[in-house]
């Protein structure tokens, strides 16, 4: 907006002439029905020659090649409106293009390549701007800003996919229209939600984003939602560094989504707080060591994807039995101080969980006793569609006094349950032994006695001391 008061007074004089003058102007076009319609069939096409209407219209066809010999003074002088069908450049260059045509009141452009718009010198007549079907990607902030009298803009079902500030247009101005594109709703759109910058934007309430997060999903609903997560985020103290987006909105529900991302902050603990909706939340590289929040902070009930990677996390047995454990997308737990885990706990909480998609638990220094390393390497197997990392989690145990590391894949039982001075005869063997000794004692004595009786007639001692 111009301070200088002689520059406000100008602009208002010239819109109450251009008021006065040619009132609530309707095109020429629009009133006897010329389009760039089935303009490809059009026979001035071949030629890429212009056509000039007696009410003071002039359409032209792929190119202007017979435009020099129509554009005589007296008809330059009356005319208004100007469609170009199919207009051949990439760029539009309003100063060198328009230069013929001062006192225009409408311009179209309809389904043409063009792809830039070079800004509008200063101009007193044209009112009305329809730049529809077209390459045209991007939009000057203040491209239409010397057009005094504009009114309308058409921009709709061009490739415009994003407008980071709105446009800076005339006093006289009334309504712009931009339906139709591929909008980029990752990119900052904003500044829709407030009416005192977005109500001349007639149809802001159809717009529709491109991008491939938010395709087909309406621009101030994406917005809106945009909005209220980051003053929800803003407006608590256990969130005010942290990153806050929403990554998907529900098709049929229009359920917003969001995720929330502390990492790297140095903090003691999980937030107390997140905004509804959260289902990602993100605390890497922290100092956390308590993760009672998953359990019993309502905040978290919800929040099926939760990564934890490189804090000092010891254990998770306060989640045994809970909710949140048998719920859970993904988990990711990696580089803790974690020793021990409730295995059997966590076996049940997968069985019972047909969401659990990723649980990660590598890079801990994990103590594997006999037990444990078993039935841990029984769930690792078991589970080896979500436990992907398990060919990284090692193990320390103790063989032979020594203290040993190794992959918890390729531990035996041998490795992490023989006794420490275990002999390599066990004491059954010994017994197995005398046994066997004794058996053939007696069956020596048998053969013995068997001989002398037989020989010599003698009974063994044992026989006469008999009753």
Known sequence: MPRNPYVIVFLAIVYSVTKLCYGDYQPHYQQHNISCLDWKQSPELVSGNCTKYKYGALRCFGNWKNLQSINDQKYRGRLEDIIFCGWPERDFNPVVDLQAFPRIKSLTIEYSRMAHIID????????????????????????????????????????????????LLPRAFESLYLSGNPWNCTRNLKWLLIPERASYVADRQILTCGDRKFKDRNVMTVMHYKVTLKNACQSHEDLKNCSCIMHHIIPKTHMPLYTVNCSHLGFNRLPAYLPANTTMFFANNNKISDVSPLRNNIHYRYVVDVHLDNNRIESIDVLEGGYWLEHFRLLSLRNNKMRKIPVYALDNAL??????????????????????????????????????????????????????????????????????????????????????ALILLILGKLGYDYYYYKNYGRVPWIVMKLP
């Open 120 to 167: 509008f010198p200063e101009m007193f007549h044209l009112q009305m701007i329809n730049i529809s079907w077209t390459n045209l990607s991007h939009i000057g902030q203040r491209t239409f800003k010397k057009i005094h009298p504009l009114r309308i803009v058409d921009l709709r079902w061009n490739k415009l996919i994003q407008l980071d500030t709105p446009l």
């Open 351 to 436: 069985e019972d969980n047909a969401n659990a998609n990723l649980l990660l638990l590598s890079m801990n220094p994990w103590h594997c006793s006999c037990k444990f390393a078993m039935r841990f390497r029984e769930i690792v197997i078991k589970y080896g569609d979500i436990m992907r990392d398990s060919g990284n989690i090692t193990c320390k145990y103790i063989q032979d006094g020594e203290e040993k590391k190794s992959r918890l894949m390729t531990l035996t039982r041998e490795d992490v349950c023989k006794p420490k001075d275990e002999s390599k005869i066990h004491i059954l063997d010994w017994v197995n032994g005398l046994l066997a």
